[in-house]
């Protein structure tokens, strides 16, 4: 029996790549505001000094799709920011059926920092089908050192919840009457001095639009 589980732990790491107990990968809950851009921030902690390039495909759930610039394109700033780790590599994204695939690499061979924090923020948009909270995932993460050693990285999965569902949504032209003269905040939940001219805006516990 101790065999076949050598035998098999040894065809694990053949199949999924080296596995090191010190890389792993975590993203934040997500926030998720109908027709505005929220950030999906993955950290990432490992120890070797030679990664060169890694890949990830990120799911997401229906309503919710990878950001665009203004000619339909997915682009840097717009699409995702790589963080100052490795700020000179280049970012290549597949859309697949049901997922997207990130590859993330440089001609030159830089090294990304190791150490832990903040690797790649990518930017969504959820349109107004997604309610209360849904699940997104990041599969197959695997790191490549320059002698092209993989590291492969657990699956990991993240919350993204609507952040207009906590509370209730009235659409109105004016603004509300029974919420009299309770405090008025926008949806990042800052005070305001007055109602907006447009847009959402919350008061007496729930929200509002103004046209």
Same mark, same amino acid.
């Given at each position: 029996?101790?065999?076949?589980?050598?035998?098999?732990?040894?065809?694990?790491?053949?199949?999924? *790549? %080296?596995?090191?107990?010190? $890389?792993?990968?975590?993203?934040?809950?997500?926030?998720?505001?109908?027709?505005?851009?929220?950030?999906?921030?993955?950290?990432?902690?490992? #120890?070797?000094?030679?990664?060169?390039?890694?890949?990830? $495909?990120?799911?997401?759930?229906?309503?919710?799709?990878?950001?665009?610039? %203004?000619?339909?394109?997915?682009?840097?700033?717009?699409?995702?920011?790589?963080?100052?780790?490795?700020?000179?590599?280049?970012?290549?994204? =597949?859309?697949?059926?049901?997922?997207?695939?990130?590859?993330?690499?440089?001609? %030159?061979?830089?090294?990304?920092?190791?150490?832990?924090?903040?690797?790649?923020?990518?930017?969504?948009? =959820?349109?107004? #089908?997604? %309610?209360?909270?849904?699940?997104?995932?990041?599969?197959?993460?695997?790191?490549?050192? #320059?002698?092209?050693?993989?590291?492969?990285?657990?699956?990991? #999965?993240?919350?993204?919840?609507?952040?207009?569902?906590?509370?209730?949504?009235?659409?109105?032209?004016? *603004?509300?009457?029974?919420?009299?003269? =309770?405090?008025?905040?926008?949806?990042?939940?800052?005070?305001?001095?007055?109602?907006?001219?447009?847009?959402?805006?919350?008061?007496?516990?729930?929200?509002?639009?103004?046209?």
């Amino acid at each position: 029996m101790s065999k076949l589980k050598s035998f098999l732990a040894l065809l694990l790491l053949l199949v999924t *790549g %080296s596995i090191h107990a010190d $890389d792993n990968i975590s993203v934040a809950s997500v926030t998720l505001t109908p027709g505005e851009v929220s950030d999906v921030i993955i950290n990432c902690e490992f #120890t070797s000094e030679n990664i060169t390039l890694y890949q990830l $495909d990120l799911y997401l759930p229906d309503g919710v799709t990878l950001a665009k610039n %203004s000619k339909g394109r997915y682009a840097a700033g717009t699409t995702y920011v790589l963080s100052d780790r490795h700020d000179e590599h280049v970012v290549s994204i =597949a859309e697949r059926e049901g997922f997207y695939r990130f590859v993330v690499s440089n001609n %030159s061979l830089y090294t990304i920092e190791p150490g832990s924090g903040e690797l790649l923020r990518l930017k969504v948009v =959820a349109d107004n #089908t997604v %309610s209360g909270t849904q699940n997104g995932s990041i599969k197959k993460f695997s790191m490549f050192e #320059t002698d092209e050693t993989e590291h492969a990285m657990a699956d990991v #999965t993240f919350e993204m919840t609507n952040s207009t569902m906590a509370i209730g949504e009235v659409k109105t032209e004016a *603004g509300p009457d029974a919420a009299g003269n =309770a405090p008025i905040y926008d949806l990042n939940g800052r005070k305001l001095t007055e109602k907006p001219s447009s847009g959402y805006y919350i008061q007496g516990g729930k929200k509002f639009f103004v046209k």
